[in-house]
Structure formats: structure tokens, C-alpha cells
């Protein structure tokens, strides 16, 4: 079991009263940071430094190196002993420190070593607060309660999207000081998360890093799924860092500026997730997930074919608005998913599973987006994506016995689930 680090005088109610006010304050930050990797981070590579593929590509994978990292920071986190919060905020600091670094030396090499390990420390700590909604959050509120939280990220993220857009289209050589505030922003996380609730990591099972892929090879369910996951993400990511080239890049006629760009990538998508956030939250309560996951799946799939094959403002808005929808009900899925399928003390090893496997898709997903896009139309990318993402919706359809009402077969650690 993880073991209590201080809050034994808080009661279950306190904790999650805490828990939840100190993770809507976070939130604020965090959809500022969610714009630095969607949008601005990238955007500002290619107009303000003119960065070829492989940077791009680069910049564009941050995040998912650092998911790839998370068994690593898991087992590490477990091995000294650090309540799971405490390392949170600490990683934290590091991405606040990076960003500064970038503001005050505006290189390309840094910019993009610096925003892959920003954008990685952002992600890498994942899994160490997915256990601490485990341990703090009722389970049958876990959603309800999360997708406040992702609200009012998605919200800020709106906003500061505009904002920053505005900005940028006004004078592009500003974007040193939309750096300055992301390492404000990251400062701020670290502070809250310093004072949430949590207790240590369990070290049962061994040291090595990568201990809790034996989860995936024993839990047959758990390693489906994974397997499902892997085809969507993929095409999903490889389309993702896509939608700012199509709209940016001079080779596809359309040369948006930064607002407008912004607008697409940024605002409308948040717009639409803002709103139906908290319906999926419910319906991830509620709803038979295995079939809420092929939902959401379709709608991404709709949302690629929609964006990518019209060059009309009306069906990239429609794109937009599609996307923005799915990914609502996306954000509750993949950030609160394992909780359905791991053992209690056992949420952060198999949620460091899932966010390696996203990290590994996502690395190579933006290598492969970028070189392709160079032999290929982005619309026949968009028809491969989907076919990917449909075969994965077939791939799940077999497990929805399992998800009634989001409760499938709990797995037991070295036991087969059938």
C-alpha cells in the first residue's frame, strides 16, 4: 500500500475538498501550458525562426517524450520516497526554470531543446496526479470532479489563445515574453500542487523502471486496450501537429496569421470542449466506457476527415468544432481511465504504462506526420488517420461486456484478466 506523508489528520472529505480547490487554481495554469503545446510553441518555430521538419518535429513531440519518461519518474518517485504531489511540483520548477532560459536566449537550438523539456516536464509528472485523484477523489465522482478542473484549463486555454494570438499577429518578436509567462504559469503549478494531499509511492514490485509493463502482459483487458489506444493516438497525433502547418505553412495556400491560426487551432476547438466537458465527465461516471471510447474515437475521426479535406473557412471551423468536441470527452478518458481497470495502489503503474505508450506514439507520430507530408496531400493523411482510428473502434467493440457502466473486471496483479 502507498504509505501517508503528513495529511493523517485530514479527513476523506478534507482531502478532497483540498485536492479539488487546489486543482482549479492549477487548472488556470494549465491551460495556459496547453497552449505553449498546441499551438504557440509551434507556431512560433516556424514563423519566428523558419525551423525545418525535424525541428518541428521536434517541438511538436515534447509533451510526448516526456510520457515516455513517466515509468521512469514513477519508479524514481517510488525509490526516494517523495509524496506523489511533492515530485509533481518539483518537476514543475524545472519546466519554469527552462522557459526562462528560452525568453532570455533566443536561439534555435534552444528554443527547441528547451521546449521539449518544458513541454516533457509538463507531461512526465502525469501519472503521479492521476494517483493522486485515486487517493483523494470518491470513485463515483472522479469524473465529475476532474472535468471542473479541465473546464476551467480548457477555458484559459481559450482565452489566453486570443490573447496571445493577438499578440503575436501584432509583433512577432513578442513571443520572448509569452515565454516569460509560461515559466510564471509553471511557478504557479508547482506552488499548488507543493500543498495538495498525497501520500508516497509503494515500491512493491522492484526498482526497474520499467517494472509496470509486466501489467500489460499479464492483464489481457489492460493489453488490449493499450493496443486500441496505440492505433487511434497515433493517427490522432500524427494530424495534430498537422493542423498548424496546413493552416501556417505557404506550401498550402491558406497562410493564416497567428490570430487566425489561434482561432482555429486554439480558441474554437477550447470553445467547444469548454462546453461539453462536463457532460462527459458525467457520462465517464455513468456510460459503459468501452463504448464511450469508440464514440469519442469516431468523433476524432470525423473531425481529421473534416479539417484536413476542405480548405473552405466553413469546414475548418466544423473541423474545429468536431475536434474541440472529442477532445473534451478525451481529456476525461485518457487522464482517468486506468482508475476503471488498476488495482487502487496500483493507478500510477498502470497509468505510467499508458503515458509511455502515448509518449512513444507521440514521438515518432509528429517524425512521421512531418516527413510524409512532404510526399502526400494532408487530406489523404486525413483518410489513412481515420481508417487507423476506425480500426481501433472495431478492436473495442469485443470488450464492451467489460465497460457496463464503467466498471469492468478489476485486474489482479499477475493474474490473466478474461
Request: glycine share 8%; aromatic share 10%.
Amino acid at each position: 500500500m502507498t504509505k501517508d506523508t503528513g495529511h493523517n489528520h485530514l479527513s476523506s472529505a478534507d482531502r478532497t475538498r483540498r485536492t479539488y480547490r487546489l486543482e482549479l487554481q492549477r487548472a488556470v495554469a494549465n491551460g495556459i501550458l496547453e497552449s505553449a503545446g498546441s499551438t504557440f510553441l509551434l507556431l512560433i518555430a516556424l514563423r519566428a525562426f523558419q525551423a525545418g521538419a525535424i525541428p518541428k518535429a521536434l517541438v511538436a513531440s515534447g509533451g510526448s517524450a516526456g510520457l515516455m519518461l513517466t515509468p521512469l519518474v514513477v519508479s524514481q518517485v517510488a525509490r526516494m520516497g517523495v509524496p506523489a504531489a511533492v515530485a509533481a511540483s518539483r518537476i514543475a520548477l524545472v519546466g519554469s526554470v527552462v522557459f526562462l532560459v528560452m525568453a532570455i536566449l533566443p536561439e534555435l537550438p534552444v528554443f527547441v531543446f528547451g521546449s521539449v523539456i518544458t513541454m516533457a516536464a509538463a507531461s512526465s509528472s502525469i501519472p503521479l496526479i492521476t494517483q493522486v485523484y485515486q487517493e483523494n477523489y470518491p470513485e463515483d465522482k472522479r469524473g465529475k470532479l476532474f472535468s471542473h478542473a479541465v473546464m476551467i484549463r480548457i477555458g484559459t486555454a481559450a482565452l489566453f489563445s486570443e490573447v496571445a494570438g493577438r499578440l503575436l499577429s501584432h509583433d512577432m518578436s513578442l513571443y520572448r515574453w509569452l515565454l516569460v509567462v509560461f515559466s510564471l504559469a509553471f511557478l504557479f503549478a508547482a506552488n499548488r500542487l507543493s500543498h495538495c494531499p498525497s501520500t508516497r509511492l509503494t515500491e512493491e514490485g522492484g526498482s526497474h523502471p520499467f517494472r509496470a509493463m509486466r501489467y500489460a502482459r499479464d492483464d489481457r483487458l489492460f493489453r488490449d486496450t493499450l493496443i486500441s489506444w496505440m492505433l487511434m493516438g497515433f493517427a490522432n497525433l500524427m494530424m495534430l501537429p498537422l493542423r498548424v502547418e496546413y493552416l501556417a505553412n505557404e506550401k498550402y495556400s491558406l497562410q493564416l496569421d497567428p490570430r487566425q491560426i489561434a482561432l482555429l487551432v486554439g480558441v474554437i476547438p477550447n470553445v467547444a470542449r469548454l462546453v461539453m466537458s462536463q457532460v462527459w465527465g458525467w457520462l465517464f461516471d455513468r456510460m459503459n466506457f468501452f463504448l464511450l471510447r469508440v464514440v469519442l474515437n469516431i468523433g476524432f475521426a470525423i473531425g481529421i476527415l473534416t479539417f484536413f479535406m476542405s480548405n473552405s473557412r466553413v469546414g475548418l471551423i466544423v473541423g474545429a468544432i468536431v475536434f474541440g468536441v472529442s477532445s473534451a470527452g478525451g481529456d476525461v478518458a485518457w487522464g482517468l481511465w486506468v482508475t476503471k481497470l488498476a488495482p487502487p495502489d496500483r493507478v500510477a503503474d498502470y497509468m505510467s504504462v499508458h503515458t509511455f505508450l502515448t509518449g512513444v506514439r507521440g514521438v515518432v507520430a509528429p517524425l512521421v506526420a512531418f516527413n510524409l507530408a512532404g510526399q502526400f496531400s494532408l487530406g489523404s493523411l486525413g483518410m489513412f488517420s481515420a481508417m487507423l482510428i476506425l480500426l481501433s473502434c472495431l478492436m473495442l467493440l469485443p470488450e464492451l461486456k467489460y465497460g457496463w457502466r464503467g466498471r469492468p473486471t478489476r485486474a489482479v496483479p499477475g493474474q490473466v484478466s478474461e
